[in-house]
């Protein structure tokens, strides 16, 4: 074996990859079926080197080597063909072409029919044993060789010229390749005139497939996709892999060897297929169940982000974990400020509940454990000093950027299997989605909420507006009844019947005066503040609210005490606001009392010393526990359901005290002792007589 | 003694009627006024010795302090009472600044009415 027949089987194999892979997978158009021509014809003549180079028989050697050169006939031809169809010249050379065909074909016609003048026979030379010696004709092919393919290149260096940028890369690596592939093949005609030079040049024609195959890859040379192009990247490293086998099927002597040794290479190519084949079989028997979880839970990661309500969205996540994993058990923390910890908001089954502690710190080894890995962990990786009992499970953290909302806590697997790799990265997977929810639920309920308030805003507005309008029609029913009732009391001279038309009046006067008295005090209440501070008498603030407040204290069985001083003591402020003050009071202590058995309110106004006025408010309520007493001012602070409250109260209640340059503060005995509220006001000692005289309601001049 | 006039502006009609009916009854000689426009009307005529006026009349091409305003411009010492709501702050300053002579809260009671009304008259010059 030389070197001839090795370059020549390598690029037999790579032309004809590329002949086949350009035919089927290139665009159906001219300049596919002429490079698949082109790169046969290429293909032919390397197998004819082939295999006229690696025998030792002088007739097969004769035979391969006129083969060959009849091959050879074909590249000019083809190759031409291919870059008129790639310079799209074929209108204009149309004529030209035929008559390339009709000659070279004549010329491989003559040469068929005469081989002795074509290839006359074989010799040695170099180190060649045997060689092809020319005939008369064979002179010819040389120069018609070289007259086409320095003709196409010279083609294509015209279209490299004017070309785009994409198509210059293109055309110049499919020149470059060309030229070299020409280059190197034609050094074989040396040793046929008797020029000793080697034939080295043959390994370059494999570059050219490969610089082409570059190209077609690199610049999309004729639109081949992504997916055709692995093709080729397999089909050519497989072709030169392939090419070691090939030489010992052909090398060998023996067909039982050349049988073995095909089957062997087959079975070989075959392999890799058969393996990832096998491989997913396998896989979908083994891990049926696990593959049934993982896309179920793939399936809850996406349609977990449409439920708004996150209570809903904690019970279907452990529900599902639990129904689809089946762990023996599951549980979701959720981060609560307001308890400076993690809390368990749902866990099933619910007897489970055992298990878990319901708060756990923030400040827990757990939680920086999880916070160090941010991965879900398995029970193991955790620690002794952790207090959950865990069961061999898993921990699974959900974070929100730098934030641990929460983690869902596993118990073990059916059967104490362990929780393979696979199956972590299934919860890390849930575990983002189960953030991107808890997130997508506080922005909904965030934007709610921001609706709801704008929706009382509006309500409060215009309960407003509604007890002013009510107040002209009120006014005309009062004024015109009393207009009415002296009239009527002149004309009717029967007494009985005087006396009955006065009862009448009576009532309807006393029903309108009433809707005014009810409409006065939303007025009251409800006023915006004027932001002035008004002198203001405390037991006034005090007298209103126990008017607002007496029916619902009634009505709630609550008995209300009030203990006023002697004397006025005035201070200077807004009086719906102070009201407002003492209403949330009531509130939360009706609220607080609501199982007591006791339901008393009473409100005390002392003077601790000159400068202040302290109203204190005692309920007999369940009281708050101490570690509550702080927070209960911060917004958002509430013990009642989210449909009750708002947790906003106190904090606006100390708001307004604040502004009234006051203090409140709470006291209690702790649970179910009762609290008392303190608000302390500096008393008004500056108000002048004119200040109280404009104050007067009544008439007011100017 | 002279009869005293006293006009009565209003948007609500009801309210009108029944305080022209009042003071006809005590005596007065009563005009009344839905929108100011009239009501600028009637004072130019019959020049009223006091005058009730509404602030808020949204069915009035012009408001209580407008009316004010040009009934003070047809006689510098109209005496004028304004009737007007707590909400109404700016409009009783403005009133103030025509020379409204008082100002009462609505709904008033008759008493507020009567008390406004007497301090009014003690304001005229002898009649």
Known sequence: M??????????????????????????????????????????????????????????????????????????????????????????????????????????????????????????????????????????????????????????????????????????????????????????????????????????????YVLTVTYAIIRYRLMDITILAIRALIFSVVYGVLLALPLFTIFGSKSVIDRISIAIYALLASAAPFIYLFLQRRAEDLLLKDQRRYQHALRELSKTMTRIRDIDQLLKAIVLNVVDTVKVSFAGIYLKDEEYKSYRLKHCFPLKSKDRFQEFIPLDYPLIKVLYDKRLPLLSEEIGPQDKINLDSGLVVPCFMEDDLLGFLVLGAKPNNRMYTPDDIIVFETLSYSTSLAIDNCRFWREIEDRQRKARLQEMDTYSYSLAHEIDNPMYIIIGQAELLKKYFLKCIPDEKERKELEDSFGFILEAAQRVSGMVKAIRDFGSPATGEPRPLKIEEVIESFTKLYSPQFKTNGVSYLKELPVNSIYIRGEKPELMQVLVILANNSLHAMKYSTEKKITLKVEIPNPDWVRICFLDTGCGIRKDLLNVIFSPFTTTKASSEGTGMGLYNAKKIIEKHKGRIWVESGGENKGATFYIELPIAKDITEEELKKEDRGKRLF | MEQLKLLVVDDEPGIVDFIQKIYTRKGFITFGATDGITAVEIYQKEKPHISLIDIHMPYSPIDGVETLKRIREIDKNAVCIMLTRITEKDKVEGSRSYGAFAYLLKPMSSEELDGAINAAKSMLPDI
């Open chain 1, 2 to 207: 030389n070197h001839v027949a090795i370059s020549g089987s390598l690029v037999f194999i790579t032309s004809f990859f590329s002949a086949i892979f350009v035919f089927i997978k290139g665009p159906k158009k001219d300049i596919s079926y002429t490079w698949s021509l082109f790169s046969l014809s290429v293909a032919s003549w390397g197998f004819g080197l082939f295999k006229g180079f690696s025998t030792d028989i002088e007739s097969v050697a004769l035979f391969w080597s006129r083969y060959l050169n009849l091959s050879a006939i074909f590249i000019p031809l083809f190759f031409f063909h291919f870059v008129i169809s790639f310079t799209n010249r074929f209108v204009t050379k149309r004529k030209e072409l035929i008559f390339y065909y009709i000659f070279f074909i004549s010329y491989f016609l003559i040469s068929i029919i005469l081989p002795k003048i074509f290839v006359y026979n074989v010799r040695s030379i170099l180190s060649f044993k045997y060689y092809p010696s020319p005939g008369p004709l064979y002179y010819l092919f040389p120069i018609i060789f070289g007259y086409l393919v320095i003709y196409g290149i010279v083609l294509l260096f015209k279209e490299l010229i004017e070309a785009s940028s994409l198509r210059k890369n293109q055309i110049k690596y499919l020149f470059a390749g060309i030229f070299i592939g020409f280059a190197g093949g034609s050094t074989t005609f040396f040793p046929v005139f008797n020029i000793k030079i080697y034939p080295f040049g043959t390994y370059l024609v494999t570059i």
